[in-house]
């Protein structure tokens, strides 16, 4: 129920509600696609990749993300001004925000993202597993409903410590904390509970069992809202620091096919059951003994969506518009084979020897690596300044191979043509190369607790230089 | 794509220089290394001005940088054309470019003798009005003397109405944009010249 434009027509204005790559991500898909696109820009990214190579752009607020990118009325007014049909809301920002998608659909502009109804059950983490549980989704033991403090307390005792205590609303790995045992556990979750209400203005938090060693896999589905849904495989993101991915892969490395089929399968059952519509992702835990359990669904498209579309060929931003735009899906599930495998690295302004802490700055040279099978998808220009405001991600560095090592071995190629030089920005680089020379990693034995092992282990001092 | 670098040149080196400071936020003085960039980025700003200030202050918490554009007294220079991207409507559709836009706060001042308009810009993108509703009379006019305070126009976004308020006191030298004119955040709204000290309000 979108609004009465005639949805078998691509839209011929759309409006990118986001910056850094992924907005740059989205105009190179108009500007293919034969669509206008609208760039919104905060005073700081005035000069950006989005800004310089979209059709139109509007200055939208100051550098504050609360004042511009998550500023709903001035992208609405930004999108009323230019007469664009559509908004791609790109990833963080207000791209999970179902009042966002909502207040669109009242100004007659679509929101390029799955219905608002889909986007409230399965944003609010509870309401996800509650759904999950009712179509049959393996869960880790845990909590359906918000509980109180003493009933989470008794609850956490009974499913066996450590614990993961998640706020409902959280996402990108923040807002959610580990208690190893019951001592732990009231602190634990009262300050998750404060954090939650800070950053998510939310202090719904559930709790459970937290796996340990574990895969982080997940699927991409893609649905039309016409009743055609299909899945494109799976993603390994299990290199992680502080929850957030570092590395991934497609397809899922040394897990059993019929496994990786079964939760591709149950993804779009569970899809289609909380009538999801657009690209989405289906998060699992997956355990060494062959058991996986449904986490969370990410209602957008997500910053590693392009080793997927490294090896199965699909553009999965252009599907996004031509499902957003009206159209039923144009792939079959039998048409999507996935080719080689696919590996990217986030290279990111952070400092690992500090605990991967923001490390802000003006780069000054900057030279991307090159040559056969490698996609450099980034925002940044020699001189850039990374804003203290914004996220830390510079580039994503993809390398696609026939097989895994291939893989592998062209992305240690590629980190090592990459030449990043600062003054003061501290990158992700150097310990990304450790990652791919790290045995674990090679044999995929790796679990999410490898960044945390690599970062201990003794025989490792990284202090940079 | 000219009216953009034509008039943005000053504004980029500006940016450039705002960024290398503003990242001393972390830092309870800047390092040396910053210093050294913060004094090449003015010296790249001074040496891309059409003609040179009589006094740059730079000051680096919260990042003021003042320019001083007064001319001593004495045989008249010739100007050059102030340096004023126009408060362009966004999205002809022809351009293909995106719309040069003007900064929130302390513009660079069009050189004159003892002139320093001051802008009153735009606190959100939606439409601007010169006053409270239709056929009411305008907040102001041009000659009309402000306060610091004092509201000047509306800016509505999503049916909500925003008053533009003027920072400091002066008179409207010019309105700029058109009454129901769509504005970006920052644009130039109001030019105001400096207050009448010597007339006591008339009113």
New interface residues.
Partial sequence: MMNSRKRSDMFRKLLIANRGEIALRVVRACREMGIRSVAVYSTRDRDSAAVRLSDESVHIGPPAPKKSYLNAAAILEAAALTGADAIHPGYGFLSEDPDFAEACEKAGIVFVGPPTAAMRQLGAKHSARALASEVGLPLLPGSLEPLDDEAAFDLACDIGFPVIVKASAGGGGRGMAVAESADEFPQVFRETRATARMLFGDDVVYVEKFLRPARHVEIQVLCDGHGGALHLGARDCSIQRRHQKLVEESPAPGLPASLLSEMGQASVRAALAAGYEGAGTFEFLAAPDGSYYFMEVNCRIQVEHPVTEMVTGIDLVAEQLWIASGHPLRLTQEQVTARGVAIECRINAEDPAHGFSPAPGVIRDFNPPGGPFVRVDTHIRPGEAIAPEYDSLLAKLIAWAPNREEAIARMQRALGEFRINSDNVRTTKDFLQEIMADQRFRLASHSTTMVEQLLESPANDRSLT | MTGRENGQRQQ?SR??MH??T??D??ADRP?P??LA?IRAAVADLLSALPQRPQRLRVSIADVTIDLDWRTLPGPAVPQPAPVVPTPAA??DGT??T??P?T??VTDPPAPGPDQQPHYVCAP???TFYHAPQPGAPSFVETGTAVTAGQQVGIVE??K?MLPVVSDRAGTVAEILVADGT?V????RLIALGPANDEQPQAE
């Fill in positions: 980029g940016t450039s960024e290398a503003a990242d936020q972390h390092h290394r910053e960039a966004v999205g351009s293909g995106s719309t836009v900064p929130s959100t993108v939606g976004a999503m909500l769509s970006e955040y920052g644009e």
